[in-house]
């Protein structure tokens, strides 16, 4: 008996010294949040979530990233590395190619037609024609990009906005939510002629990004600050940045516009008490908490969240949904046509929810849209010179997209 407390004993111990004296790269600052805005009015919990229809089911872990074409086509990339793309009606999908060793999160359209991805490992690359993504950019601003995280494009131009999160990696994410000295940053990358410019750093957790209204404005998330920065693309303002709204009730993740005149934000999770009042407080607290097993720190918990924006930075729209079958975390959020398409981190699927469910009187989804598999089979194109086989109704990539 008397081993086995020693044992124990010096188990606490090595445990304790490991907690308080094991290396740390962190180096914290304090930083108080403002308190969280109450759960009521325009942050008031609703269902409004729940009604979302699965699609892509096992297809692949982590559809984190999210983009949809003028057809109507889904694209993402997974955890895996693939990079995937599903048709309009989410029946079936295709693999366009595969980031080895990569992770895919952003995805947004180039201006050569195909796919422009931040990878959180690989920095910016894009998908074109072959299997093998080609990479675009590294560094900028005469350092490496550690963590790319979210891009998008400009409609008038071919320049291309993406975040570099922080000066740590994907594995050690946390670390920049405990550290909180704000090493993020909002890159400008031209297409024509592969320059690239650091527009913002000492951003708070860069993430989401996304390009507003006529070119004029770009917004970027900072997640571990609970805040959407503006930085002025056009203008007198030109060069300047500002917030766009503050003291958010979750900590936002990717953003978009829709041509709608409104901006969507995913928030990956409500705000953290234990984190709020831990983020003023002492550096040693801090670095006890970075020791921690990762599965101990901050999660995302089992509540999906998606706030509408309009172009003050208003709240239009509220969708919340909480519980063990929540399709939660979201990450991304689009709006095409009459859906809104939502993205995870860690789900197996993608999701969408009819917009008239947000706006009445939007356009209605097609008729039959329950009915959409969910599981879809894979489009295999056709071998050239060998008649198809017939793989049943909605095989085809071309019939499938003109389908509802």
């Known amino acids: 008996m008397k081993s086995a407390i020693r044992a124990a004993l010096a188990l606490s111990l090595l445990l304790l010294a490991y907690l308080l004296l094991w290396p740390t790269p962190i180096q914290p600052v304090a930083w108080t949040p403002p308190p969280a805005p109450a759960a009521t009015g325009v942050y008031a919990p609703n269902e409004a979530l729940k009604a979302v229809q699965r699609f892509g089911v096992g297809v692949g872990i982590g559809p984190e990233g999210i983009a949809v074409d003028a057809a109507g086509r889904s694209y993402a990339g997974y955890a895996d590395g693939r990079i995937v793309t599903y048709s309009a009606n989410g029946s079936s999908y295709q693999e366009l190619a595969v980031s080895e060793g990569g992770r895919p999160l952003g995805v947004t359209f180039g201006p050569r ?23 675009l950019v590294t560094a900028a601003g005469g350092a490496p990009v550690r963590f790319a995280d979210d891009a998008d494009n400009t409609r008038l131009d071919q320049k291309i906005y993406f975040t ?32 690239t410019k650091v527009l913002l750093s000492g951003l708070h957790f860069a993430n989401g990004v996304a390009v507003g209204p006529d070119d004029a404005y770009v917004l970027v998330n900072e997640t571990s600050a609970y805040r959407i920065t503006r930085y002025w693309l056009k203008g007198d303002k030109a060069g300047t940045s500002d917030i766009f709204i503050d003291n958010l009730p979750g900590m936002p993740d990717n953003l978009s516009y829709s041509d709608k005149g409104r901006f969507w934000v995913a928030l990956f999770a409500p705000r953290d008490a234990t984190l709020d009042r831990l983020l003023p407080g002492p ?54 046509g009459p859906w809104l398409y939502f993205g995870s981190l860690s789900q197996d699927s993608l999701a969408r929810l009819p917009l008239q469910q947000v706006f009445p009187g939007s356009p209605p989804p097609p008729r039959g849209w329950e009915q959409t598999p969910a599981s879809p089979h894979q489009f295999v194109p056709p071998v050239v010179g060998e008649s198809e086989p017939d793989r049943g109704p909605g095989a085809s990539g071309e019939s499938d997209d003109r389908k509802p």
Do not use: C, F
């Open 113 to 135: 037609g195909g796919l422009v991805i931040a990878d959180a490992y690989k920095g910016l690359i894009e998908v074109g024609s072959t299997p093998t993504p080609k990479s």
């Open 164 to 195: 570099d999160v922080s000066v740590y990696s994907y594995e050690d994410m946390m670390n920049e939510v405990l550290e909180h000295r704000g090493t993020g940053r909002l890159i400008e990358y031209d297409a024509v002629s592969g320059e």
């Open 283 to 336: 550096a040693w607290l801090k670095k006890i908490v970075a020791r921690l097993p990762r599965a101990l720190q901050v999660r995302s918990g089992d509540k999906a969240w998606v706030l509408g924006l309009d172009l003050d930075g208003k709240v239009i729209a509220n969708l919340q949904d909480q519980g063990r079958d929540a399709y939660a975390p979201i990450t991304s959020v689009e709006e095409w």
